[in-house]
């Protein structure tokens, strides 16, 4: 450092060397400092998951740390060989707990290796072994690091991936059933497949791909929705229930219908209330000769199902009443906010069939879960499914309702027209983790994929996916239905029906009938509260164990050592008994948790039947 007078002032100039030499002093104190702060926390909280019958390594890498520390701070070579005994045990504990998988060993590894960099340093070489600090690799350990640590990497990434991938054939030239270029339902056909044949983008290309246009829709709220496409029009409804309708080469806007929501009612549980997920598309027979021979079918969250023309927009005024129909009827006096519709209705035998949509665990007895079907063109009631009222396929009678509290169908339908089957995939009686005041025809229907008969609403047949939920597994997800080859050559018609517990029901769609082997498997019983019980056994298919991992303390995931050890530790704190873990009083792990899983399916290739 250089100073000199100035006039009136006082003048210093640091030049590289001072500076060196503040770093030299300084750096080398606030690493081991660092290094014993970081220990604290791994001796203190691992020797509660000790205590709570976990893994001695946190405790033992703290303790190692803290001592590496102060000897470092002693300025004593040692407290380098301790870090670097604890980086090689690190290393030989995380194989022992996670194999080659890589994406568990990188978090147990490279957060101690980033640390062990700044012994690298000339600052720290200086500070521990004075102006004359060994060259780096001069040792026989040192420079076996080196092609140790590249061989140990080659050999994770070649074994540790555990993903197998298989070579896809392109679309581009293969012949397809489909030739189909519209897109007229939420998962394309109305059986759900999310497929496309088309092949002008393809993996060749679509990095090349250029943003065409941009449409804002001015709405709040989430967007949910699922755009269609028929012929030269996009068709999407926005948060508040708006139908926008799209130029689909342009983006530019070819009309609009607001159902002029009350702003109020948007105001309340607005994550619902401003969700849409899609509408429905519709084409008359070509008998029918009147207004909206194509039209927009959408419901709304303010229980509404209201028609509008597919090319203008404007209302189809002879369906129900001027163009709407009001779903409140038979559901009681509840507010508004406590049932409505966030789905598009499905379409079959020439009838739009709606669901609902209730507010759990506010309450037992909410509105009914039952599903209606009104005339495609007219609007007028055609049948309801109310479980409550098997035998009853009307509408109830003045001063009654439809059966209260049963298993909503609030999610997407899937259609089979050729066998006049509608399938519903199910909710559960509210509360959903408690089960205890459940009607027994709920406990039937729950959790469950059920056919309707479109014409009539009867039940054709009903597979169940989860026994006596008690864990919010319904089946958010819309049925897929595809044909599979039989051992003979013949036809199948299959329903492939995912589940958010992660479980793929593989079933004859034509009778409910199992295709894959499923079979009961035991499951926890004990941890519940008297008042409810627990179904002995749950369906598992066993050709597709899909989501079988078992938890336990070493699959908790840590970017760090530090968030590592919180994970395992709360897990230890929570009870956890494997899949289907019973809901009680206290803290549970329940795997899948309620939002899957599956939350609404996937796609299937129709080419290549894969899901």
């Not at 194989?95 to 720290?124: D, H, K, Q, Y």
Request: hydrophobic share 40%; proline share 7%.
């Amino acid at each position: 450092m250089v100073a000199y007078r100035s006039g009136c002032f006082n003048k210093l100039r640091f030049d590289s060397q001072d500076l060196d030499d503040v770093w030299s002093r300084n750096f080398p104190r606030i690493f081991y400092a660092f290094l014993g702060v970081i220990a604290i926390p791994l001796l203190l909280g691992g020797s509660q998951l000790i205590l709570l019958g976990g893994s001695f390594y946190y405790s033992f890498a703290g303790l190692a740390l803290a001592y590496s520390a102060w000897r470092l701070w002693e300025r004593d070579p040692q407290g380098l060989h301790v870090f670097g005994f604890l980086l090689f045990f690190t290393i030989a504990w995380s194989f022992m707990e996670s194999g080659t998988n890589l994406w568990a060993l990188a978090p147990r590894i490279l957060p101690w290796a980033v640390l062990g960099i700044p012994f690298l340093t000339p600052w720290i070489r200086r500070d521990l072994h004075g102006g004359n600090p060994p060259q780096l690799f001069s040792s026989s350990i040192a420079k076996a690091t080196v092609p140790l640590t590249i061989v140990i990497t080659v050999y994770v990434f070649a074994e540790g991936t555990g993903f197998e991938v298989q070579e896809m054939v392109p679309r581009s030239g293969v012949n397809t059933v489909n030739t189909n270029t519209d897109w007229p339902s939420y998962g394309n056909s109305a059986k759900g497949t999310r497929y496309s044949p088309l092949d002008q983008i393809n993996s060749s290309n679509v990095g090349n791909l250029e943003l065409a246009w941009t449409y804002r829709t001015g709405a709040g709220g989430a967007f949910k929705a699922t755009p269609l496409m028929v012929g030269e029009l996009l068709y999407m409804c926005t948060g508040g229930n708006r139908v926008v309708a799209l130029n689909a080469e342009s983006g530019e806007l070819a009309w609009q219908f607001d159902p002029l929501i009350d702003p109020e009612h948007l105001a309340q549980a607005r994550y619902f209330t401003t969700g849409c997920r899609g509408v429905s598309y519709y084409e008359a027979p070509p008998e029918y000769d009147g207004e909206c021979q194509a039209r927009i079918l959408t419901n709304t969250t303010d229980a509404r199902l209201i028609a509008v023309d597919a090319l203008t927009g404007e209302r189809c005024s002879f369906f129900g009443d001027q163009g709407e129909i009001n779903l409140t009827i038979g559901m009681g006096n509840d507010p508004r906010i406590a049932n409505f519709q966030t789905s598009p209705p499905g379409i079959v035998s020439g009838n739009a069939v709606v669901g609902g949509w209730v507010i759990d665990n506010r309450s037992v007895g909410p509105p009914s879960g039952v599903v209606r079907a009104f005339n495609a063109i007219t609007g007028e009631f055609a049948w309801a499914w109310d479980m409550g009222r098997p035998a009853n396929t009307g509408e109830p009678l003045r001063g009654e309702v439809y059966t209260r509290g049963t298993p909503n169908v609030w999610s997407l339908f899937s259609v089979d027209e050729e066998l006049g089957l509608i399938y519903a995939p199910t909710g559960n009686e509210t509360p959903d983790y408690f089960g205890g005041y459940r009607m027994e025809v709920s406990d039937e229907y729950a959790s469950s994929v059920v056919a309707i008969e479109g014409a009539t609403g009867n039940v054709r047949w009903s597979y169940q996916t989860v026994h006596h939920d008690i864990w919010d597994y319904d089946v958010p997800s819309q049925p897929t239905l595809i044909d599979l080859p039989g051992d003979n050559g013949e036809k199948i018609r299959a329903l492939i029906q995912p589940t958010k517990r992660g479980e793929v029901f593989i079933l004859n769609r034509e009778n409910g009938e199992p295709i894959f082997d499923i079979q009961e498997l035991q499951v926890p019983q004990t941890g519940g509260v008297p008042e409810d019980y627990v179904a002995a056994t749950q369906p598992f298919t066993m050709d597709l164990p899909i989501w079988r991992m078992q938890l336990d303390e070493t699959k908790m995931w840590g970017m760090t050592p530090l968030d590592q050890l919180w994970c395992r530790i709360e897990y230890r704190k929570m009870r956890y008994e494997g899949h289907f873990t019973v809901p009680g009083v206290g803290t549970i792990l329940q795997n899948p948790g309620a939002t899957g899983g599956f939350k609404f399916g996937g796609s299937i290739s129709l080419m290549k039947q894969i899901i």
